[in-house]
Nanobody
Framework: QVQLVESGGGLVQAGGSLRLSCAAS????????MGWYRQAPGKQRELVAS???????NYADSVKGRFTISRDNGKNTVYLQMASLKPEDTAVYYC?????????????WGQGTQVTVSS
């Protein structure tokens, strides 16, 4: 089955950087759509960044120019490089995978990793 394991979260001061990792199994990430979402307390989960099998990336307006999504196909791992972090980036970050050909409409999620940005 598909498993997504996030790591790399933590506490960082405003202006700092973090890199999140999502190690995937049961899915070949280069053939499918991968993304990062986040959910802050009291708010809905929102898309942060995504990357398609064709390497098309998409970013939330709030993170454009600061965050970069990438993947290492050899390690079957997706990354989210976060720079110039702001307190409003504080949230639980979730890795997401979709297999539009194998099981369209289904979302797979990791357990989440906490990112806290102090002012």
């Amino acid at each position: 089955q598909v498993q997504l394991v996030e790591s790399g979260g933590g506490l960082v001061q405003a202006g700092g950087s973090l890199r999140l990792s999502c190690a995937a199994s049961g899915i070949i990430i280069r053939l499918n759509a991968m993304g990062w979402y986040r959910q802050a307390p009291g708010k809905q989960r929102e898309l942060v960044a995504s990357i398609t099998s064709g390497d098309i990336t998409n970013y939330a307006d709030s993170v454009k120019g600061r965050f970069t999504i990438s993947r290492d196909n050899g390690k079957n791992t997706v990354y989210l490089q976060m720079a110039s972090l702001k307190p409003e980036d504080t949230a639980v970050y979730y890795c997401n995978a979709r297999r539009p050909v194998v099981d369209p409409g289904r979302d797979y999620w990791g357990q989440g990793t906490q990112v806290t940005v102090s002012s």
